[in-house]
Antibody
Framework: EVQLLESGGGLVQPGGSLRLSCGAS????????MSWVRQAPGKGLEWVSA????????YYADSVKGLFTISRDNSRDTLYLQMNSLRAEDTAVYYC??????????????WGQGNLVTVSS | DIQMTQSPSSLSASVGDRVTITCRAS??????LNWYQQKLGKAPKLLLY???SLQSGVPSRFSGSGSGTDFTLTISSLQPEDFATYYC?????????FGQGTRLEIK
């Protein structure tokens, strides 16, 4: 059974940093691209970032480029999102999502449970 | 970026109704169009991929069609558990983009 378990969210002050983690199980992690998708309170889904299975290619939404860094440790079956210089508009539930194949532009067949990040003083 | 526009934004319907939600892309995306269902407080769930392929375990009352720029999601006979928000998503190119969502409510 595929499982994605996120951790690392919480309350952070504007300008602060936070690292989200997503532990994967039930599939060969390194064979699949992974993404982060966020959802601000009461709003729709926004794709944030993607990383290839081998971690040699990364992509970012313009809204987070230069601020967030996606990475993965295939030896630990874990996906990360390092978020720096956080702003109030980054407040959202962050989901990790498994891509359907190795390609970073794909659909998401499994999602984590979501992790709330609140940026507020 | 490819813009995805769903209509309607909200919809009221009754159990047993046939419902159609549309999604339009700002440029051709072939059939790289996917649909998700999200219930309140839960993660999205994949319903259909490649415009018309049903994800494993999804009831056959859900169906999808379209290619190019215009797509539809149809629920043939609404069940109580189908009341949720539905999103389309294009996987044609990065950045991946979603529609704004269609909230399906009980009439």
């Amino acid at each position: 059974e595929v499982q994605l378990l996120e951790s690392g969210g919480g309350l952070v002050q504007p300008g602060g940093s936070l690292r989200l983690s997503c532990g994967a199980s039930g599939f060969t992690f390194s064979n699949y691209a992974m993404s982060w998708v966020r959802q601000a309170p009461g709003k729709g889904l926004e794709w944030v970032s993607a990383i290839s299975g081998s971690a040699d290619t990364t992509y970012y939404a313009d809204s987070v480029k230069g601020l967030f860094t996606i990475s993965r440790d295939n030896s630990r079956d874990t996906l990360y999102l390092q978020m720096n210089s956080l702003r109030a508009e980054d407040t959202a539930v962050y989901y990790c999502a498994k891509a359907s194949d190795w390609g970073s532009a794909s659909y998401f067949d499994y999602w984590g449970q979501g992790n709330l990040v609140t940026v507020s003083s | 970026d490819i813009q995805m526009t769903q209509s309607p934004s909200s919809l009221s319907a009754s159990v047993g109704d046939r419902v159609t939600i549309t999604c339009r892309a700002s440029q051709s995306i072939s059939t790289f169009l996917n649909w998700y269902q999200q219930k309140l407080g839960k993660a999205p769930k994949l319903l259909l991929y490649a415009a018309s392929s049903l994800q494993s375990g999804v009831p056959s009352r859900f169906s999808g069609s379209g290619s190019g720029t215009d797509f539809t999601l149809t629920i043939s006979s609404l069940q109580p558990e189908d009341f949720a928000t539905y999103y389309c998503q294009q996987s044609y190119t990065i950045p991946i983009t979603f529609g704004q969502g269609t909230r399906l409510e009980i009439k």
